[in-house]
Protein backbone atom coordinates (compact mmCIF):
# COMPACT_ATOMS: atom_id res chain seq x y z
CA UNK A 1 0.00 0.00 0.00
CA UNK A 2 1.14 3.30 -0.98
CA UNK A 3 2.22 5.62 1.95
CA UNK A 4 0.94 9.24 2.31
CA UNK A 5 2.95 12.47 2.05
CA UNK A 6 1.78 15.01 4.47
CA UNK A 7 2.59 18.87 4.46
CA UNK A 8 1.69 20.77 7.83
CA UNK A 9 1.12 24.34 7.30
CA UNK A 10 0.69 25.63 10.65
CA UNK A 11 2.33 24.69 13.58
CA UNK A 12 0.45 26.11 16.51
CA UNK A 13 -1.79 23.82 18.59
CA UNK A 14 -4.04 22.57 16.02
CA UNK A 15 -0.90 21.97 13.54
CA UNK A 16 0.23 19.80 16.54
CA UNK A 17 -3.12 18.33 17.51
CA UNK A 18 -3.13 16.94 13.93
CA UNK A 19 0.82 16.08 13.90
CA UNK A 20 -0.52 13.91 16.78
CA UNK A 21 -2.61 11.89 14.62
CA UNK A 22 -0.42 11.36 11.65
CA UNK A 23 2.73 9.65 13.67
CA UNK A 24 -0.12 7.26 15.49
CA UNK A 25 -1.39 6.75 12.13
CA UNK A 26 0.56 3.31 9.54
CA UNK A 27 1.61 4.29 5.87
CA UNK A 28 1.66 8.47 6.28
CA UNK A 29 4.50 10.47 6.66
CA UNK A 30 4.64 14.00 8.00
CA UNK A 31 7.47 15.42 5.01
CA UNK A 32 7.34 18.96 6.13
CA UNK A 33 5.94 22.11 8.49
CA UNK A 34 5.49 24.79 7.58
CA UNK A 35 5.21 27.94 9.41
CA UNK A 36 6.51 32.00 9.63
CA UNK A 37 7.84 31.43 13.34
CA UNK A 38 11.36 30.31 13.60
CA UNK A 39 11.16 29.08 16.96
CA UNK A 40 7.98 27.31 16.84
CA UNK A 41 8.62 25.97 13.70
CA UNK A 42 12.02 24.47 14.35
CA UNK A 43 10.52 22.41 17.55
CA UNK A 44 8.50 20.93 15.17
CA UNK A 45 10.29 19.81 12.93
CA UNK A 46 12.45 18.18 15.78
CA UNK A 47 9.42 17.06 17.35
CA UNK A 48 7.71 15.14 14.53
CA UNK A 49 10.53 14.79 12.85
CA UNK A 50 10.02 15.88 9.50
CA UNK A 51 11.73 19.27 7.39
CA UNK A 52 11.03 22.61 8.61
CA UNK A 53 10.59 25.46 5.96
CA UNK A 54 8.83 28.91 5.32
CA UNK A 55 8.70 28.94 2.04
CA UNK A 56 4.66 27.43 1.22
CA UNK A 57 5.66 25.80 -2.37
CA UNK A 58 9.08 24.35 -0.62
CA UNK A 59 7.11 22.74 1.52
CA UNK A 60 4.76 20.68 -0.07
CA UNK A 61 6.50 20.12 -3.51
CA UNK A 62 7.05 16.31 -2.14
CA UNK A 63 4.03 16.03 -0.09
CA UNK A 64 0.57 14.12 -1.38
CA UNK A 65 -1.61 15.99 1.25
CA UNK A 66 -1.65 19.41 2.37
CA UNK A 67 -3.20 19.82 6.18
CA UNK A 68 -4.04 23.60 6.48
CA UNK A 69 -4.05 24.61 10.35
CA UNK A 70 -3.66 28.23 9.57
CA UNK A 71 -6.15 31.51 11.24
CA UNK A 72 -8.96 31.04 9.21
CA UNK A 73 -8.23 33.72 6.94
CA UNK A 74 -5.88 32.25 5.69
CA UNK A 75 -7.60 29.50 4.81
CA UNK A 76 -9.09 30.07 1.29
CA UNK A 77 -5.66 31.62 -0.28
CA UNK A 78 -3.79 28.40 0.78
CA UNK A 79 -6.08 25.60 -0.20
CA UNK A 80 -6.58 27.73 -3.41
CA UNK A 81 -2.73 27.72 -4.03
CA UNK A 82 -2.35 24.10 -2.53
CA UNK A 83 -4.96 22.49 -5.29
CA UNK A 84 -3.18 24.50 -7.80
CA UNK A 85 -0.26 22.48 -7.08
CA UNK A 86 -2.31 19.11 -7.10
CA UNK A 87 -2.16 18.52 -3.55
CA UNK A 88 -5.30 16.97 -1.59
CA UNK A 89 -6.73 19.25 1.03
CA UNK A 90 -7.57 19.22 4.90
CA UNK A 91 -8.54 21.98 6.30
CA UNK A 92 -9.21 23.78 9.92
CA UNK A 93 -12.70 24.27 10.49
CA UNK A 94 -14.41 27.30 10.10
CA UNK A 95 -14.55 26.44 5.72
CA UNK A 96 -13.56 30.38 5.82
CA UNK A 97 -14.47 34.01 6.47
CA UNK A 98 -16.96 34.05 3.89
CA UNK A 99 -19.06 32.36 1.39
CA UNK A 100 -16.85 33.78 -1.71
CA UNK A 101 -14.06 32.43 -0.35
CA UNK A 102 -15.47 29.38 0.23
CA UNK A 103 -16.73 28.95 -3.38
CA UNK A 104 -13.35 29.86 -4.45
CA UNK A 105 -12.22 27.01 -2.55
CA UNK A 106 -14.67 24.25 -3.98
CA UNK A 107 -13.83 25.32 -7.22
CA UNK A 108 -10.07 25.34 -7.30
CA UNK A 109 -10.08 21.59 -5.83
CA UNK A 110 -12.85 20.71 -8.13
CA UNK A 111 -10.46 22.23 -11.42
CA UNK A 112 -7.57 20.59 -9.72
CA UNK A 113 -9.18 17.06 -9.34
CA UNK A 114 -8.44 16.64 -5.82
CA UNK A 115 -10.28 16.05 -2.34
CA UNK A 116 -11.21 18.94 -0.43
CA UNK A 117 -12.03 18.17 3.37
CA UNK A 118 -13.10 21.13 6.05
CA UNK A 119 -12.26 19.47 9.78
CA UNK A 120 -15.57 19.55 11.48
CA UNK A 121 -14.61 17.28 13.59
CA UNK A 122 -17.77 17.05 15.77
CA UNK A 123 -18.91 14.70 13.02
CA UNK A 124 -16.40 12.21 14.02
CA UNK A 125 -16.06 12.63 17.90
CA UNK A 126 -17.36 9.08 19.23
CA UNK A 127 -20.31 10.53 21.22
CA UNK A 128 -21.74 12.79 18.55
CA UNK A 129 -21.44 9.96 16.03
CA UNK A 130 -23.27 7.50 18.19
CA UNK A 131 -25.89 10.18 19.01
CA UNK A 132 -26.12 10.34 14.87
CA UNK A 133 -26.83 6.97 14.76
CA UNK A 134 -29.05 6.35 17.19
CA UNK A 135 -31.40 9.17 15.38
CA UNK A 136 -31.21 7.78 12.08
CA UNK A 137 -31.84 4.22 13.29
CA UNK A 138 -34.36 5.05 15.09
CA UNK A 139 -33.39 3.37 18.45
CA UNK A 140 -35.46 5.48 20.93
CA UNK A 141 -38.05 6.51 18.90
CA UNK A 142 -38.25 9.93 16.94
CA UNK A 143 -36.16 12.68 17.91
CA UNK A 144 -38.28 15.35 19.64
CA UNK A 145 -35.74 18.09 20.47
CA UNK A 146 -31.84 18.60 21.28
CA UNK A 147 -29.90 20.86 23.60
CA UNK A 148 -26.25 21.50 21.87
CA UNK A 149 -23.18 23.49 24.16
CA UNK A 150 -19.83 24.62 23.80
CA UNK A 151 -18.45 27.72 26.16
CA UNK A 152 -15.68 28.31 27.77
CA UNK A 153 -12.53 30.88 28.28
CA UNK A 154 -11.16 32.88 25.09
CA UNK A 155 -8.22 30.97 23.65
CA UNK A 156 -5.70 33.14 24.38
CA UNK A 157 -3.21 29.71 23.87
CA UNK A 158 -3.82 30.33 19.98
CA UNK A 159 -0.63 31.42 17.96
CA UNK A 160 0.22 35.31 18.29
CA UNK A 161 -3.35 35.79 19.43
CA UNK A 162 -4.75 35.86 15.94
CA UNK A 163 -8.30 34.44 17.62
CA UNK A 164 -8.73 38.20 18.85
CA UNK A 165 -8.86 39.81 15.85
CA UNK A 166 -12.72 39.25 14.35
CA UNK A 167 -10.94 39.80 10.82
CA UNK A 168 -9.18 37.15 11.23
CA UNK A 169 -11.40 34.42 13.21
CA UNK A 170 -14.59 35.89 12.86
CA UNK A 171 -15.26 36.08 16.92
CA UNK A 172 -16.44 33.29 18.84
CA UNK A 173 -19.46 32.33 17.24
CA UNK A 174 -17.75 31.20 13.82
CA UNK A 175 -14.40 29.97 15.68
CA UNK A 176 -16.36 27.70 18.02
CA UNK A 177 -20.19 27.89 18.15
CA UNK A 178 -19.75 26.53 14.69
CA UNK A 179 -19.28 23.23 15.79
CA UNK A 180 -22.29 22.86 17.04
CA UNK A 181 -24.07 24.80 14.31
CA UNK A 182 -22.71 22.29 11.44
CA UNK A 183 -23.60 19.04 13.78
CA UNK A 184 -27.21 20.47 13.68
CA UNK A 185 -26.93 20.30 10.31
CA UNK A 186 -25.31 16.95 9.98
CA UNK A 187 -27.93 15.55 12.23
CA UNK A 188 -31.63 17.42 11.13
CA UNK A 189 -30.53 18.57 7.52
CA UNK A 190 -31.46 22.40 6.20
CA UNK A 191 -33.44 24.22 9.47
CA UNK A 192 -36.56 25.83 8.41
CA UNK A 193 -35.76 28.87 10.67
CA UNK A 194 -33.11 30.35 12.80
CA UNK A 195 -33.66 32.82 15.38
CA UNK A 196 -30.13 34.31 16.94
CA UNK A 197 -29.16 36.07 20.48
CA UNK A 198 -25.85 37.02 21.39
CA UNK A 199 -23.35 39.24 22.59
CA UNK A 200 -20.80 41.15 20.94
CA UNK A 201 -17.27 43.01 22.22
CA UNK A 202 -14.15 43.93 20.78
CA UNK A 203 -14.04 40.28 19.49
CA UNK A 204 -16.82 39.50 17.31
CA UNK A 205 -20.25 38.05 18.69
CA UNK A 206 -18.77 36.25 21.63
CA UNK A 207 -21.27 34.33 23.19
CA UNK A 208 -24.71 33.31 21.00
CA UNK A 209 -28.09 31.50 21.91
CA UNK A 210 -29.49 30.02 18.68
CA UNK A 211 -33.08 28.11 18.43
CA UNK A 212 -33.36 26.67 15.01
CA UNK A 213 -36.16 24.16 13.96
CA UNK A 214 -36.13 21.20 11.30
CA UNK A 215 -40.22 20.30 11.00
CA UNK A 216 -41.05 19.34 14.46
CA UNK A 217 -37.72 19.19 16.14
CA UNK A 218 -36.22 22.08 17.77
CA UNK A 219 -32.77 22.60 18.23
CA UNK A 220 -31.23 24.82 20.75
CA UNK A 221 -28.00 25.61 20.60
CA UNK A 222 -25.45 27.81 22.78
CA UNK A 223 -21.77 28.61 22.42
CA UNK A 224 -19.03 31.11 22.68
CA UNK A 225 -15.69 31.85 24.22
CA UNK A 226 -16.60 35.37 26.17
CA UNK A 227 -15.91 33.31 29.96
CA UNK A 228 -13.46 34.56 32.64
CA UNK A 229 -10.14 32.77 31.88
CA UNK A 230 -10.65 30.70 34.79
CA UNK A 231 -13.73 29.25 33.94
CA UNK A 232 -13.87 25.68 32.35
CA UNK A 233 -14.78 24.85 28.88
CA UNK A 234 -17.62 22.86 28.23
CA UNK A 235 -18.90 20.75 25.43
CA UNK A 236 -22.45 18.92 25.71
CA UNK A 237 -26.00 17.63 24.84
CA UNK A 238 -29.30 16.36 25.41
CA UNK A 239 -30.95 15.03 22.72
CA UNK A 240 -34.54 13.99 24.18
CA UNK A 241 -36.73 11.57 21.77
CA UNK A 242 -39.69 9.73 22.32
CA UNK A 243 -38.85 7.00 24.07
CA UNK A 244 -35.76 7.76 25.73
CA UNK A 245 -32.84 10.36 25.98
CA UNK A 246 -29.54 10.67 25.37
CA UNK A 247 -27.01 12.99 27.84
CA UNK A 248 -23.38 14.06 27.68
CA UNK A 249 -23.09 16.46 30.56
CA UNK A 250 -20.25 17.23 32.69
CA UNK A 251 -19.94 13.48 32.51
CA UNK A 252 -19.83 10.28 30.10
CA UNK A 253 -22.34 10.04 27.56
CA UNK A 254 -25.35 8.35 28.97
CA UNK A 255 -28.68 6.76 27.56
CA UNK A 256 -31.97 7.28 29.94
CA UNK A 257 -34.80 5.00 28.74
CA UNK A 258 -38.17 3.71 30.54
CA UNK A 259 -37.03 2.24 34.25
CA UNK A 260 -33.85 0.66 32.76
CA UNK A 261 -30.78 0.94 34.21
CA UNK A 262 -28.59 3.74 32.49
CA UNK A 263 -26.36 3.08 29.73
CA UNK A 264 -22.88 4.94 29.32
CA UNK A 265 -21.22 3.39 26.06
CA UNK A 266 -17.32 3.37 26.81
CA UNK A 267 -15.19 5.31 24.29
CA UNK A 268 -11.31 4.54 23.39
CA UNK A 269 -9.42 8.03 24.71
CA UNK A 270 -6.96 9.05 23.08
CA UNK A 271 -4.65 11.42 25.28
CA UNK A 272 -2.31 14.45 23.50
CA UNK A 273 -0.85 16.66 25.31
CA UNK A 274 -0.19 20.43 23.91
CA UNK A 275 -2.60 23.45 25.43
CA UNK A 276 -5.81 23.88 23.79
CA UNK A 277 -9.17 22.84 25.57
CA UNK A 278 -9.37 19.61 24.14
CA UNK A 279 -6.85 16.70 25.37
CA UNK A 280 -8.39 13.55 23.49
CA UNK A 281 -7.63 13.36 20.24
CA UNK A 282 -10.31 10.81 19.43
CA UNK A 283 -12.35 13.23 17.10
CA UNK A 284 -9.18 14.30 15.15
CA UNK A 285 -8.08 11.15 14.95
CA UNK A 286 -11.31 9.12 13.16
CA UNK A 287 -11.95 12.80 11.10
CA UNK A 288 -8.20 12.40 9.44
CA UNK A 289 -8.17 8.33 8.99
CA UNK A 290 -11.34 8.94 7.31
CA UNK A 291 -9.80 11.46 4.37
CA UNK A 292 -6.48 9.89 4.29
CA UNK A 293 -8.66 6.57 3.34
CA UNK A 294 -10.80 8.99 1.13
CA UNK A 295 -7.37 10.43 -0.73
CA UNK A 296 -6.15 6.53 -0.76
CA UNK A 297 -9.14 5.33 -2.88
CA UNK A 298 -10.33 7.77 -4.67
CA UNK A 299 -13.47 7.50 -2.94
CA UNK A 300 -15.70 10.24 -2.76
CA UNK A 301 -16.41 12.13 0.87
CA UNK A 302 -19.82 11.36 2.28
CA UNK A 303 -19.20 12.17 6.29
CA UNK A 304 -18.42 15.56 5.62
CA UNK A 305 -18.37 17.40 2.00
CA UNK A 306 -17.50 20.89 0.92
CA UNK A 307 -20.74 21.74 0.21
CA UNK A 308 -21.87 20.44 3.87
CA UNK A 309 -19.12 22.61 5.36
CA UNK A 310 -20.34 25.58 2.97
CA UNK A 311 -23.94 25.08 4.22
CA UNK A 312 -22.37 25.31 7.95
CA UNK A 313 -20.54 28.17 7.11
CA UNK A 314 -23.82 29.84 5.46
CA UNK A 315 -26.44 29.22 8.65
CA UNK A 316 -23.09 30.61 11.01
CA UNK A 317 -23.08 33.86 9.20
CA UNK A 318 -26.52 34.28 8.84
CA UNK A 319 -26.70 33.64 12.32
CA UNK A 320 -24.09 36.15 13.12
CA UNK A 321 -25.95 38.65 11.45
CA UNK A 322 -28.88 38.12 13.07
CA UNK A 323 -27.05 39.01 16.70
CA UNK A 324 -25.48 42.32 14.73
CA UNK A 325 -28.77 43.29 13.73
CA UNK A 326 -30.82 42.81 16.59
CA UNK A 327 -27.86 45.28 18.48
CA UNK A 328 -28.23 47.28 15.58
CA UNK A 329 -31.96 48.03 15.95
CA UNK A 330 -31.09 48.73 19.76
CA UNK A 331 -29.17 51.31 19.43
Known amino acids: MKGIKVAIVGCGFMGRMHANVYKGLEQVEIVAAIDHNDERLSEYAVKFGCTGTKDFSEGIDGADVVDICLPTHQHAETTVAAARAGKHVLCEKPMALSLDEADHMIAACKEAGVQLMIGHCIRFWPEYSLLKTIKDEGRLGRLLSINLTRYGAFPYWASDNWMADESKAGGGALDMH ?111 AYFLEAVRTGRPLEIVTPETSRASLETTLEEIRQVKERQRRER
Not at 201 to 214: P, W, Y
Open 178 to 288: IHDTDYALYLLGKPDSINSFGSIDERGVGQIFTTMTFGEVVAHLEGGWNLPGSAPFKMAFRAIFEDGVVIMDGGPMTIYQGNRAPISPEFPKMEAAGGGNLSDLGGYYHEI
